[in-house]
């Protein structure tokens, strides 16, 4: 439609041109051409007006485009630039190690210390490997060393024979132990191996089972052992000071 428009203001303003030529012409001829002037007025006019008709919605059209499309909607603020979030950080902290067992260990309780029999490479003579221990009850038959001295200290005494100790990653002991062979009253041990006896049950037959009447610290001889029906029968061990007594009829270590 607007084009039409132009078109039409086009040609009514060629019009008015043509016509005021006319009226220029007829002016010289006749000096009357005062209607053809009037009539060229009012073509010009009508052609300006028509353009303009025309022109108006183009020119709608135009700032329309440059103002850019309009989208229906409430308006919302420009959101902030976004930053990545950190890996979100954790308090708990990594669960302590469980105590060692045998850090809790008091004069008196018990171990068992695996025993094997090996050959000493100095010496060439039989001798025995200790095994790492482990908390044992004194009432148990594995229970066959018992402890004699904690803390930091050099293992001092007569009985002790074997120690152990242990040590965390920043060299702080964490427990250090003194063991003496577990002799017990009324309890029966194998003696086949005499320097390292083993605990048994009491019924168990053989020639080296022994049971134990009475265990004597400080003391190198048996005058103080209990007499049965047979008499008595002991060993001592004089660098620990120490004597054992079985029954009479027993023969311990034969």
Known sequence: MPWVLIAVAVALLLAATATGVLAIRRQRRTQN????????S??????????LAGLLPIAQDVASNLAGDTIA???RPTAPGLVPAGLPTTTTSAKPAAPDPLAAL???????????????PKTGQP??????????DCDSLDANYRVV??????CTGNLYKLETSRHDKSGNLIYHLCLAYDWRVGVCYDTTQMDEPLKVDCGTAGAHIVQVTAVLEDTREGAGCPRDGQGAVWVVWDK???????????EPGR
């Open 33 to 40: 051409g005062r209607g053809m002037r009037v009539l060229a």
């Open 42 to 51: 009012i073509l010009v006019i009508l052609g300006w007006i028509a353009m």
């Open 73 to 75: 909607g409430t308006a």
């Open 106 to 120: 008091r004069v008196g309780d018990c171990v068992e210390v695996p025993m094997d029999q090996t050959t000493d």
């Open 127 to 136: 001798t025995w490997r200790a095994g790492s221990p482990a908390v044992a």
């Open 149 to 154: 001295q904690t803390g930091a200290g050099e």
């Open 240 to 250: 620990r000071a120490l004597t054992v007594c079985f029954r009479g009829g027993d």
